[in-house]
């Protein structure tokens, strides 16, 4: 992974950070993109730190233009694209589908659908360039499941499931290697925040009694950015504790 060059969207929390975080003790060129500049900054502050070079680009992955500059700072700043980590996203007010807001759902839809697709189809171009590169799109257990009161969330990450498999079966043979995740509840700091017994009633409903740790995710997604991985496309990998077995 030394002297590689990844984008991370969505990188300034969450398993992005976690992902810069394990990159960048690898030495690996990272571009932290994230709509929050005092959380892109911090994580570039925090890879600094391990000793690789990164940059920080805010944008907004639902806007055509900011994914256009985030990957044109990207080239200038390192001249190539390696690997790209897709993982913004959001996810919603927790209502049943219905009364989700026509407003509510598209902008689910220009964020974790829209702007998976424009960075695959920027980030590709320029890989394609160069011979090839290694992406993970971040689905969810949303997107191989239907989630209630999460309706608009769960048709985008399943069309982020289907958008991989396509472009699997389009790129393979020129050297783009693709996969995508699919986590289920974690740990994060939203999380946290929640009342304890929801914390625990959540839990409790995986198999394995437990919700997920972020740098469990991060492990996966580094895994499959690696050449250890070097046969696996196209696939969706659950790391979920055993909930989409259900």
């Given at each position: 992974?030394?002297?590689?060059t990844?984008?991370?969207?969505?990188?300034?929390?969450?398993?992005?950070?976690?992902v810069?975080?394990?990159?960048?003790k690898?030495?690996?060129?990272?571009?932290?993109?994230?709509?929050?500049?005092?959380?892109?900054?911090?994580?570039?502050?925090?890879?600094?730190?391990?000793?690789?070079?990164?940059?920080?680009?805010?944008?907004?992955?639902?806007?055509?233009?900011?994914?256009?500059?985030?990957?044109?700072?990207?080239?200038?700043?390192?001249?190539?694209?390696?690997?790209?980590?897709?993982?913004?996203?959001?996810?919603?007010?927790?209502?049943?589908?219905?009364?989700?807001?026509?407003?509510?759902?598209?902008?689910?839809?220009?964020?974790?659908?829209?702007?998976?697709?424009?960075?695959?189809?920027?980030?590709?171009?320029?890989?394609?360039?160069?011979?090839?590169?290694?992406?993970?799109?971040?689905?969810?257990?949303?997107?191989?499941?239907?989630?209630p009161?999460?309706?608009?969330?769960?048709?985008?990450?399943?069309?982020?499931?289907?958008?991989?498999?396509?472009?699997?079966?389009?790129?393979?043979?020129?050297?783009?290697?693709?996969?995508?995740?699919?986590?289920?509840?974690n740990?994060?700091?939203?999380?946290?925040?929640?009342?304890?017994?929801?914390?625990?009633?959540?839990?409790?409903?995986?198999?394995?009694?437990r919700?997920?740790?972020?740098?469990?995710?991060?492990?996966?997604?580094?895994?499959?950015?690696?050449?250890?991985?070097?046969?696996?496309?196209?696939?969706?990998?659950?790391?979920?504790?055993?909930?989409?077995?259900?």
């Amino acid at each position: 992974m030394q002297k590689k060059t990844a984008i991370i969207t969505g990188g300034g929390s969450g398993f992005g950070r976690e992902v810069a975080l394990k990159l960048a003790k690898k030495g690996t060129n990272i571009t932290v993109v994230d709509i929050s500049r005092e959380n892109g900054e911090e994580t570039v502050r925090l890879c600094k730190e391990l000793g690789c070079n990164a940059i920080f680009v805010q944008a907004d992955v639902s806007k055509v233009e900011d994914v256009k500059k985030y990957v044109a700072k990207t080239i200038d700043s390192f001249g190539k694209i390696d690997l790209f980590f897709n993982n913004a996203g959001v996810s919603g007010s927790g209502v049943r589908t219905i009364e989700c807001s026509v407003e509510e759902f598209n902008n689910i839809v220009d964020v974790n659908l829209n702007g998976v697709f424009y960075g695959l189809k920027f980030v590709i171009s320029e890989m394609l360039k160069t011979g090839g590169g290694v992406i993970v799109n971040t689905a969810s257990l949303g997107g191989l499941v239907g989630i209630p009161t999460l309706g608009a969330y769960s048709a985008t990450k399943h069309a982020v499931i289907g958008l991989t498999k396509t472009i699997a079966g389009e790129y393979g043979r020129e050297n783009i290697r693709i996969n995508a995740i699919a986590p289920g509840t974690n740990e994060t700091p939203m999380v946290k925040a929640y009342p304890k017994k929801a914390i625990k009633q959540m839990a409790e409903a995986v198999p394995m009694g437990r919700l997920g740790q972020p740098h469990e995710v991060a492990d996966v997604v580094c895994f499959l950015l690696s050449e250890q991985s070097s046969y696996i496309h196209g696939a969706v990998i659950s790391i979920d504790g055993g909930a989409a077995a259900l």
